[in-house]
């Protein structure tokens, strides 16, 4: 399998010190910073841009944005991205009707092409051919853009109001049967991931965690990373044991 990675959320940094907020992540452990791109259309919020992108990216040199586009037209927004420093440009399968093509057109603009699919959406959708083109695929534990606002199911623990929905763990038998079917390719899940939830992400076969509120509220921000990503490594020695 491949390496852990730990992405912590910006969505649930403080906006006002976005570069500063990057910075404290990477000193703490963090090798990728997860950018939620929402445009009210595909999810009902709105977030960043790429303006907002390539200020961080001017203002954290190397940092590795991971982009996770949940926006209803993600063909529009390739070459803004990868004008603005992204590195991962993650789209929504249930977006497009060309996968394919859209990847195609994401390596030819020097970022990894990574492919999510929400809640709702059965890990089948991401075909052999796809799944093999993609460098990473995402699986949603919790629905895109959504707050207690919009799903009654939600607990809301950021002070900001973003972020921090439940986790929901019926999603999580698609991170294994993806596992299954790709087993050196990195698999992302996003949404209430933490210290109480990783074991089973990571069992499942997830090697890429996001998490937000989990490490951003935390008293010790690099102590979190550390433990999520020494969580994903025993999992994974266990499997290769096996």
Same mark, same amino acid.
């Given at each position: 399998?491949?390496?852990?990675?730990?992405?912590?959320?910006?969505?649930?940094?403080?906006?006002?010190?976005?570069?500063?907020?990057?910075?404290?992540?990477?000193?703490?452990?963090?090798?990728?910073?997860?950018?939620?791109?929402?445009?009210?259309?595909?999810?009902?919020?709105?977030?960043?841009?790429?303006?907002?992108?390539?200020?961080?990216?001017?203002?954290?040199?190397?940092?590795?944005?991971?982009?996770?586009?949940?926006?209803?037209?993600?063909?529009?927004?390739?070459?803004?991205?990868?004008?603005?420093?992204?590195?991962?440009?993650?789209?929504?399968?249930?977006?497009?009707?060309?996968?394919?093509?859209?990847?195609?057109?994401?390596?030819?603009?020097?970022?990894?092409?990574?492919?999510?699919?929400?809640?709702?959406?059965?890990? +089948? =959708?991401? /075909?052999?051919?796809? %799944?093999?083109?993609?460098?990473?695929?995402? #699986?949603?534990? &919790?629905?895109?853009? *959504?707050?207690?606002?919009?799903?009654?199911?939600?607990?809301? +623990? =950021?002070? /900001?109001?973003?972020? %921090?929905?439940?986790?929901?763990?019926?999603? #999580?038998?698609? &991170?294994?049967?993806? *596992?299954?079917?790709?087993?050196?390719?990195?698999?992302?899940?996003?949404?209430?991931?933490?210290?109480?939830?990783?074991?089973?992400?990571?069992?499942?076969?997830?090697? &890429?965690?996001?998490?937000?509120?989990?490490?951003?509220?935390?008293?010790?921000?690099?102590?979190?990373?550390?433990?999520?990503?020494?969580?994903?490594?025993?999992?994974?020695?266990?499997?290769?044991?096996?």
């Amino acid at each position: 399998m491949p390496r852990a990675i730990i992405s912590p959320s910006v969505l649930a940094s403080d906006f006002g010190n976005l570069t500063a907020e990057c910075k404290r992540m990477i000193k703490g452990g963090a090798e990728w910073l997860h950018m939620d791109v929402m445009d009210g259309h595909f999810v009902p919020n709105i977030t960043m841009g790429a303006p907002i992108l390539s200020c961080v990216s001017k203002g954290v040199p190397g940092i590795f944005m991971d982009c996770h586009m949940m926006v209803a037209e993600p063909e529009k927004w390739v070459d803004d991205i990868a004008d603005a420093g992204g590195a991962l440009y993650c789209f929504h399968i249930e977006a497009t009707r060309d996968p394919a093509s859209l990847i195609d057109a994401i390596h030819k603009r020097n970022m990894k092409a990574g492919v999510a699919i929400s809640p709702d959406t059965p890990s +089948t =959708v991401i /075909t052999d051919a796809i %799944g093999e083109a993609a460098d990473m695929l995402l #699986v949603m534990t &919790v629905y895109p853009g *959504r707050t207690s606002d919009h799903l009654t199911e939600c607990k809301i +623990t =950021v002070k /900001t109001g973003r972020g %921090g929905q439940k986790f929901l763990e019926r999603c #999580v038998p698609k &991170v294994a049967e993806l *596992r299954a079917r790709f087993p050196e390719k990195d698999i992302e899940v996003d949404g209430g991931v933490g210290p109480k939830t990783i074991d089973i992400c990571a069992a499942a076969g997830s090697n &890429v965690i996001v998490a937000g509120t989990a490490i951003f509220n935390a008293e010790n921000p690099e102590e979190v990373i550390a433990m999520l990503k020494t969580t994903v490594n025993t999992a994974q020695a266990s499997v290769q044991q096996l």
